[in-house]
């Protein structure tokens, strides 16, 4: 069986040296094209593509593959893998695979289809995620199932801790589905909903304390939540749930210590911060920033619940 692979983030590494340690014939891997990182815009190659040329496999950079597919044509393969690859496939693309492209997708479908399942999830404040291996069709993550694990989301689980355990979910799902595509019965999904892309957003402390938590996490390490006091912005890595029933407002801190971290009272409970980042600084523990800085305890941080 010759396969394509096609990936792009750190997400989708696990899963391609999975199968070319499992002995599938990769044919080719398909990534997007290196894209100017950093301010002095140094062309920076895909994880994926570091990964392919490490293991010495040719790799393709279509800027549009929908606009020009000829060179995948022209490999003559049976199948194609996709991981979080980040182009629409077309029909045409669809047909040139015998056997089909899967998708490995990063939740239980038919819940959060589309492009940020973890963080949502997360957001979400649910307890249990997984992997899907489905098989793909023009419509955006509707096609039929092969297989589904679930995992669990911790209590202290970011957007990168849930990503690693389910890449290496993936890699082990596809690597052992994949040997009996051409006898799989496949299973076609129910109704189920799209989630949008995340983005960077401000912490808003009328909000419960889980809330709050699952928001900060859902966006660590980024694109990231943050909050002002006292005119400084910080960005909020990890934060846990504490009770508490006092009558400060919301957005007030409690306490900060080396014990705890950075407290904040929430609408209902409060938020314990322990990784922050100020504006233009460094990632650090909470309590590490609170040492002689402006932000101490009864500092309020600015209410957004009225905007």
């Not at 606009?67 to 996709?82: P, Q, R």
């Not at 650090?284 to 941080?301: V, Y």
Request: glycine share 10%; with cysteine; net charge neutral.
């Amino acid at each position: 069986m010759k396969i394509v692979y096609a990936g792009t983030p750190q997400f989708a590494v696990a899963p391609l040296k999975k199968l070319y340690e499992a002995g599938y014939e990769i044919v080719a891997v398909l990534t997007q094209p290196d894209k100017p990182q950093g301010r002095k815009g140094i062309l920076t190659p895909s994880p994926v593509k570091v990964a392919a040329e490490e293991l010495s496999l040719p790799v393709l950079q279509p800027s549009k593959l929908k606009e020009d597919c000829s060179a995948l044509a022209s490999i003559g393969a049976d199948c194609m893998v996709t991981c979080a690859y980040g182009q629409i496939l077309t029909e045409e693309v669809l047909g040139l695979f015998p056997l089909g492209v899967w998708n490995i997708h990063a939740s239980l479908l038919p819940e959060y289809r589309g492009a940020a399942p973890i963080p949502r999830a997360i957001m979400d404040g649910k307890r249990v995620t997984g992997i899907t291996v489905m098989k793909t069709e023009l419509g955006l993550d509707t096609g039929d199932i092969l297989c589904a694990q679930e995992v669990e989301i911790a209590e202290n689980d970011t957007c990168g801790t849930l990503s690693e355990k389910l890449s290496l979910l993936g890699a082990e799902l596809i690597a052992r589905s994949l040997k009996g595509i051409k006898e799989a019965t496949l299973t076609p999904q129910g109704e189920g909903f799209t989630c949008k892309k995340v983005q960077r957003t401000e912490v808003d402390f009328s909000k419960s304390a889980k809330e709050v938590s699952c928001l900060i996490r859902s966006l660590s390490p980024a694109p990231l939540a943050y909050a002002t006091a006292n005119g400084i912005q910080l960005n909020f890595f990890m934060a846990s749930t504490k009770e508490y029933d006092g009558n400060e407002p919301y957005g007030t801190v409690l306490t900060q210590s080396p014990k705890e971290g950075l407290v904040v009272k929430c609408g209902e409970g409060a938020v314990v911060i322990t990784e922050l980042q100020p504006a233009g600084g460094k990632r650090m523990r909470a309590s590490d920033f609170m040492n002689g800085r402006k932000i101490g305890k009864g500092t309020r941080f600015e209410d957004k619940s009225v905007l």
